[in-house]
């Protein structure tokens, strides 16, 4: 019923093929490849930084950007064009190899695991059996890049940033980690496609009622303090620490830390809707056969982005809300409410599936 | 008073006693530290309001004022010292904490230093300024100070005078930082201090280990200018010490000079100026709101209050003729009549605000990430706070009681029927709560004199010059950060020959390193947006 796009990769695949060897054809769609994610990227970035300034905007009485294009549609690609003009100020005393590094390793990380999304049905970069796991894996660079760039800009206040960063970064992977594994128990594989496809008959957040709620939040709490937002946004706090870890970057090498950031919070949306909502999946319930037929005529793509910019949403909501946590407040919250009780929500999981108890 | 002055001369005999409205106490400083233990220990003036630097030709001193907080009853202090070179005075640090920024605010400005106190440096002044400026023979030639292009050194150490049990002066050096410590500039430009305000700070880790106070990035020098300025120009500074509180400033200045001149002024004119006052501290309550909001990380929260501050902004601007630095009150009244508009509209706010608080109190006060940021954090007790000589809304959250609109009434306060909001918990909580419920106590004010304002004048006609009687004059206001105290010295000319304003600010960054140390910087930051200090008024 709905668009299969590897028709599309696959008609492109097998014209590359007839007309240059194997090793040609995955060359070029290497760079095909890689422009597309480029772009949507870009894009995605434009478009929620967008997003948020009007959105906390209507939150704080104000109109937001109104000023470039209908209803300042396009403030943020001047924005953008700005930035990419804007002169990269060199500093001294300073490690300029790792200071150079460290914004590549964040864009590196946040570009990877960007990759590994699934956009629609059959739209995706690689589909392989450890796909939620690789996912995990490479979002977790992205620190390393944090932690060079407050360690090499010699300053006081990015090296306090850094390491908050740090810790905050390592502990709440361990929520991220076990709420995504407890939603792989249930899926019963890592491959993305199939924890798609297990949700044809209902999305996980409801077949797999509340042990998978239980996930589901805190995941939206680990995924909103992974992407150093508010209320959890620490390293750059800026009555604390002015702008926290990056603080003396200029030009791009500060875009790419505003891009991924942006782009982090995309990914942490995007990977919710798919873990428990079904990532394309349009909404099913069995039975009802008018209905699914109808929810199957929105394209797989609009509801995943759709799913993705409702949760990213609440995140910008919680931003707007909440007041800001102590560092140690925010390492209780970790390491004594939310690691436990992930823990036994995982075990509660693996009851569940074990004897049945799910629809 | 005569009870006090009893007590005094069979303590100390050569005490010699001028009588006014506040009984004046000469000491030799040989004797002055014996008898700042009496007053301190025997006739509980635990509250060092102010410490007035003087020079007065022949003979260089100090003039202190102290309060007792039971009773309210307020007593001076003088001590001379006739030596210009070296003038010595005993230090008080050991007895009030506030002392420690006064004294040095009185080396800064007349080079008088202070025997057993820790610290002697400069305090608004550059390291290497040549000379003291509030000095009468002060060499005011600008090849002598020059307006230097490079950086002031910063030094870890600080050099102090002390006397040895056997008597003898012995000059020491005092470390303020170690070598190994982690030392952090926050501020002059920092977003959090609200201001060029500068704490270098010692951490471990995210603990703050030591926070030193470096003022002065905004010293303009407003008391040394006053000095050659007529009294009805000297009021123009008020409204650009503490621009919250801007009023109230002028209030003080204004009420200071009556005083000294028995004016009576025009009932219309109090009533205005009572409801001036009030809307000036809430819309300073509002931004207070706002910019601690903003200070631990709610940002929303700032421009509702932005928002509410921006009504009361236009009332002012409709009757003044200005947002900021109004420039309204004057010497025998106001400036001007009030706008036709103005009763109508401040009615409007008064009803407009209290549905705005409940939804500040929604988003922000019940917040739980809010009440753990704010409850238990930064401490200070009732001892503390006096000691250190923080009132106005930050005392009153430490259980003191010291709001001069009911210790010492000025113009309606007497008349109108308002709570002294006091809380005892004396964390950052406290005092937020104290400031959000002052709002709906100067609400309560307000719209008890709103719909009385008497007709009449609104200003008493003055002569272009103003010539104050001979003698010191000290008044006090409970401006929006608590009380601001203005003292002038009047040898009988058109200029005052001292004007010392005493800031209602500066005791609150002497309380900083106390409250702060143990706590994290996040602590730091909530602890300094709680004081709600304005740089400016501390800087003069």
Same mark, same amino acid.
């Given at each position: 019923?709905?668009?299969?796009?590897?028709? #599309?990769?696959?008609?492109?695949?097998?014209?590359?093929?007839?007309?240059?060897?194997?090793?040609?054809?995955?060359?070029?769609?290497?760079?095909?490849?890689?422009?597309?994610?480029?772009?949507?990227?870009?894009?995605?970035?434009?478009?929620?930084?967008?997003?948020?300034?009007?959105?906390?905007?209507?939150?704080?009485?104000?109109?937001?950007?109104?000023?470039?294009?209908?209803?300042?549609?396009?403030?943020?690609?001047?924005?953008? *064009?700005?930035?990419?003009?804007?002169?990269?100020?060199?500093?001294?005393?300073?490690?300029?190899?790792?200071?150079?590094?460290?914004?590549?390793?964040?864009?590196?990380?946040?570009?990877?695991?960007?990759?590994?999304? $699934?956009?629609?049905?059959?739209?995706?970069?690689?589909?392989?059996?450890?796909?939620?796991?690789?996912?995990?894996?490479?979002?977790?660079?992205?620190?390393?890049?944090?932690?060079?760039?407050?360690?090499?800009?010699?300053?006081?206040?990015?090296?306090?940033?850094?390491?908050?960063?740090?810790?905050?970064?390592?502990?709440?992977?361990?929520?991220?980690?076990?709420? #995504?594994?407890?939603?792989?128990?249930?899926?019963?594989?890592?491959?993305?496609?199939?924890?798609?496809?297990?949700?044809?008959?209902?999305?996980?957040?409801?077949?797999?009622?509340?042990?998978?709620?239980?996930?589901?939040?805190?995941?939206?709490?680990?995924?909103?303090?992974?992407?150093?937002?508010?209320?959890?946004?620490?390293?750059?706090?800026?009555?604390?620490?002015?702008?926290?870890?990056?603080?003396?970057?200029?030009?791009?090498?500060?875009?790419?830390?505003?891009?991924?950031?942006?782009?982090?919070? *995309?990914?942490?949306?995007?990977?919710?809707?798919?873990?428990?909502?079904?990532?394309?999946?349009?909404?099913?319930?069995?039975?009802?056969?008018?209905?699914?037929?109808?929810?199957?005529?929105? /394209?797989?793509?609009?509801?995943?982005?759709?799913?993705?910019?409702?949760?990213?949403?609440?995140?910008?909501?919680?931003?707007?809300?909440?007041?800001?946590?102590?560092?140690?407040?925010?390492?209780?919250?970790?390491?004594?409410?939310?690691? $436990?009780?992930?823990?036994?929500?995982?075990?509660?999981?693996?009851?569940?599936?074990?004897?049945?108890?799910?629809? | 008073?005569?009870?006090?002055?009893?007590?005094?001369? =069979?303590?100390?005999?050569?005490?010699?006693?001028?009588?006014?409205?506040?009984?004046?106490?000469?000491? $030799?400083?040989?004797?002055?530290?014996?008898?700042?233990?009496?007053?301190?220990?025997?006739?509980?003036?635990?509250?060092?309001?102010?410490?007035?630097?003087?020079?007065?030709?022949?003979?260089?001193?100090?003039?202190?004022?102290?309060?007792?907080?039971?009773?309210?009853?307020?007593?001076?202090?003088?001590?001379?010292?006739?030596?210009?070179?070296?003038?010595?005075?005993?230090?008080?640090?050991?007895?009030?904490?506030?002392?420690?920024?006064?004294?040095?605010?009185?080396?800064?400005?007349?080079?008088?230093?202070?025997?057993?106190?820790?610290?002697?440096?400069?305090?608004?002044?550059?390291?290497?300024?040549?000379?003291?400026?509030?000095?009468?023979?002060?060499?005011?030639?600008?090849?002598?100070?020059?307006?230097?292009?490079?950086?002031?050194?910063?030094?870890?150490?600080?050099?102090?005078?002390?006397?040895? /049990?056997?008597?003898?002066?012995?000059?020491?050096?005092?470390?303020?930082?170690?070598?190994?410590?982690?030392?952090?500039?926050?501020?002059?430009?920092?977003?959090?201090?609200?201001?060029?305000?500068?704490?270098?700070?010692?951490?471990?880790?995210?603990?703050?280990?030591?926070?030193? #106070?470096?003022?002065?990035?905004?010293?303009?020098?407003? %008391?040394?200018?006053?000095?050659?300025?007529?009294?009805?120009?000297?009021?123009?500074?008020?409204?650009?010490?503490?621009?919250?509180?801007?009023?109230?400033?002028?209030?003080?200045?204004?009420?200071?000079?009556?005083?000294?001149?028995?004016?009576?002024?025009?009932?219309?004119?109090?009533?205005?100026?009572?409801?001036?006052?009030?809307?000036?501290?809430?819309?300073?309550?509002?931004?207070?709101?706002?910019?601690?909001?903003?200070?631990?990380?709610?940002?929303?929260?700032?421009?509702?209050?932005?928002?509410?501050?921006?009504?009361?902004?236009?009332?002012?601007?409709?009757?003044?003729?200005?947002?900021?630095?109004?420039?309204?009150?004057?010497?025998?009244?106001?400036?001007?009549?009030?706008?036709?508009?103005?009763?109508?509209?401040?009615?409007?706010?008064?009803?407009?605000?209290?549905?705005?608080?409940?939804?500040?109190?929604?988003?922000?006060?019940?917040?739980?990430?809010?009440?753990?940021?704010?409850?238990?954090?930064?401490?200070? =007790?009732?001892?503390?706070?006096?000691?250190?000589?923080?009132?106005?809304?930050?005392?009153?959250?430490?259980?003191?009681?010291?709001?001069?609109?009911?210790?010492?009434?000025?113009?309606?306060?007497?008349?109108?029927?308002?709570?002294?909001?006091?809380?005892?918990?004396?964390?950052?909580?406290?005092?937020?709560?104290?400031?959000?419920?002052?709002?709906?106590?100067?609400?309560?004010?307000?719209?008890?004199?709103?719909?009385?304002?008497? %007709?009449?004048?609104?200003?008493?006609?003055?002569?272009?010059?103003? @010539?104050?009687?001979?003698?010191?004059?000290?008044?006090?206001?409970?401006?929006?950060?608590?009380?601001?105290?203005?003292?002038?010295?009047?040898?009988?000319? @058109?200029?005052?020959?001292?004007?010392?304003?005493?800031?209602?600010?500066?005791?609150?960054?002497?309380?900083?390193?106390?409250?702060?140390?143990?706590?994290?910087?996040?602590?730091?930051?909530?602890?300094?947006?709680?004081?709600?200090?304005?740089?400016?008024?501390?800087?003069?």
């Amino acid at each position: 019923m709905l668009f299969d796009f590897s028709i #599309v990769t696959h008609w492109i695949d097998n014209l590359l093929r007839s007309v240059m060897p194997g090793w040609g054809a995955l060359l070029v769609e290497f760079v095909l490849v890689g422009v597309a994610l480029l772009l949507l990227y870009a894009v995605l970035a434009l478009f929620y930084i967008y997003f948020e300034r009007k959105v906390c905007a209507f939150f704080q009485c104000r109109l937001g950007p109104n000023r470039v294009g209908p209803y300042g549609i396009f403030q943020s690609v001047a924005d953008m *064009f700005k930035i990419l003009i804007k002169e990269l100020i060199s500093l001294n005393h300073i490690d300029k190899f790792l200071f150079n590094l460290a914004p590549y390793l964040v864009i590196v990380a946040s570009m990877l695991a960007f990759g590994c999304l $699934p956009f629609g049905k059959g739209l995706q970069v690689i589909d392989f059996n450890i796909g939620v796991f690789f996912l995990i894996a490479v979002s977790s660079i992205g620190v390393l890049g944090i932690l060079l760039a407050g360690w090499s800009s010699h300053n006081k206040f990015t090296l306090i940033g850094a390491i908050r960063s740090g810790a905050q970064m390592v502990s709440y992977e361990l929520s991220i980690g076990l709420s #995504v594994l407890t939603m792989v128990v249930f899926a019963g594989t890592m491959s993305i496609t199939g924890i798609v496809e297990a949700q044809n008959n209902g999305w996980f957040i409801f077949t797999g009622h509340i042990p998978a709620i239980v996930a589901f939040l805190i995941y939206l709490v680990a995924g909103t303090a992974e992407t150093n937002r508010g209320p959890f946004d620490l390293p750059e706090a800026e009555s604390e620490l002015t702008a926290g870890y990056h603080t003396e970057y200029s030009g791009i090498h500060f875009g790419f830390f505003y891009l991924a950031e942006y782009l982090n919070l *995309f990914i942490v949306s995007g990977v919710a809707s798919l873990l428990f909502l079904g990532g394309w999946m349009p909404l099913h319930i069995p039975g009802w056969e008018g209905f699914n037929y109808v929810m199957d005529c929105i /394209p797989s793509v609009l509801w995943f982005f759709g799913k993705a910019i409702v949760i990213s949403f609440i995140i910008i909501w919680f931003k707007w809300s909440f007041p800001r946590l102590r560092i140690d407040q925010l390492l209780r919250l970790e390491w004594k409410y939310l690691l $436990p009780l992930n823990l036994i929500n995982l075990f509660v999981m693996v009851l569940i599936v074990i004897y049945g108890l799910h629809f | 008073m005569a009870n006090i002055q009893q007590e005094i001369s =069979s303590f100390l005999p050569e005490a010699t006693f001028v009588e006014g409205t506040i009984l004046e106490v000469s000491v $030799p400083d040989a004797k002055w530290h014996d008898l700042a233990l009496y007053l301190h220990d025997k006739l509980h003036f635990d509250y060092l309001v102010s410490i007035v630097g003087m020079d007065w030709g022949e003979t260089m001193g100090c003039v202190y004022y102290f309060t007792c907080t039971a009773d309210n009853s307020q007593v001076s202090v003088k001590v001379e010292t006739a030596d210009r070179e070296n003038p010595l005075l005993h230090s008080v640090t050991d007895l009030w904490k506030s002392a420690y920024l006064y004294e040095r605010e009185v080396y800064d400005f007349y080079g008088i230093r202070f025997i057993n106190h820790p610290d002697m440096r400069r305090l608004f002044l550059r390291n290497d300024w040549v000379g003291y400026p509030l000095r009468k023979d002060y060499n005011a030639d600008p090849e002598v100070n020059p307006i230097r292009l490079e950086h002031e050194a910063v030094d870890d150490t600080t050099h102090a005078i002390v006397e040895t /049990p056997d008597g003898k002066l012995e000059e020491r050096t005092n470390t303020i930082f170690a070598p190994e410590e982690f030392v952090v500039n926050i501020g002059p430009q920092h977003p959090a201090t609200h201001g060029v305000l500068r704490l270098r700070t010692s951490l471990d880790g995210e603990i703050v280990k030591k926070i030193d #106070v470096y003022c002065g990035y905004v010293h303009r020098g407003i %008391e040394k200018l006053c000095e050659s300025l007529t009294y009805p120009q000297t009021l123009h500074f008020a409204d650009r010490l503490d621009y919250m509180s801007a009023q109230q400033n002028r209030h003080a200045v204004c009420l200071c000079i009556e005083d000294a001149l028995r004016l009576e002024i025009p009932a219309r004119a109090q009533y205005v100026r009572t409801i001036m006052d009030e809307l000036m501290r809430i819309s300073s309550h509002l931004l207070f709101y706002a910019t601690f909001c903003m200070d631990l990380g709610a940002t929303t929260a700032f421009f509702y209050g932005f928002r509410d501050r921006e009504k009361i902004l236009d009332i002012f601007e409709e009757t003044c003729g200005a947002r900021m630095t109004f420039n309204y009150y004057t010497i025998g009244g106001l400036m001007a009549d009030i706008h036709p508009d103005f009763q109508r509209k401040v009615k409007e706010f008064c009803a407009y605000l209290p549905g705005m608080l409940k939804d500040y109190h929604t988003l922000f006060t019940g917040n739980v990430i809010a009440q753990q940021r704010m409850k238990g954090v930064g401490l200070l =007790s009732r001892e503390d706070a006096i000691s250190y000589g923080i009132a106005g809304p930050s005392g009153r959250a430490s259980g003191w009681a010291c709001d001069v609109r009911k210790n010492h009434p000025y113009a309606l306060y007497d008349q109108v029927e308002f709570k002294e909001i006091v809380r005892t918990e004396g964390d950052v909580f406290a005092r937020y709560m104290v400031r959000m419920d002052e709002i709906l106590e100067s609400i309560h004010i307000i719209e008890q004199l709103i719909d009385n304002i008497p %007709e009449g004048d609104y200003a008493l006609k003055m002569k272009p010059i103003i @010539k104050l009687p001979e003698g010191r004059y000290f008044r006090q206001v409970e401006a929006s950060r608590g009380p601001l105290g203005i003292f002038i010295e009047s040898h009988g000319d @058109k200029y005052p020959y001292r004007l010392k304003i005493n800031s209602a600010c500066l005791p609150l960054v002497g309380g900083l390193d106390p409250m702060c140390r143990g706590g994290k910087i996040a602590d730091l930051i909530a602890i300094g947006g709680s004081l709600d200090y304005v740089i400016p008024d501390m800087d003069r």
